[in-house]
Structure formats: C-alpha cells, structure tokens
C-alpha cells in the first residue's frame, strides 16, 4: 500500500487554479466559438459590483 502524501506539500492555492483552468478547459471545448468575459466570469465565480 502506498504511503500518504506528506500534507505539507499540498499546495491549496495551486489546486484551486487547476480547478478553475480545468473548468474554462471543459466550457471552452463543449462550445464552437469563443467564451464571452460574461461566460468566463461565471466560471470563475467573478461577479460585477453594480
């Protein structure tokens, strides 16, 4: 059985960049043109004061 990973060598901030570029990835590919900044701000979870 493998041991662990040493939890110090998790880097969260890291993770959650891949999360958020893995998700532009699947939206972009599922689509024949490009994303419009509204589609990629949702994805992102970036919402507009207003």
């Known amino acids: 059985m ?13 993770l959650d960049e891949i999360e958020l570029t893995s998700r ?7 689509k024949d ?3 419009s900044q509204r589609e990629v701000d949702e994805i992102l979870g970036i919402a507009k004061a207003g």
């Open 24 to 30: 532009l990835i699947i939206a972009a590919s599922s």
């Open 33 to 35: 043109g490009h994303l």
């Open 2 to 14: 493998p041991e662990p990973l040493d939890s110090r060598l998790r880097d969260d901030e890291a």
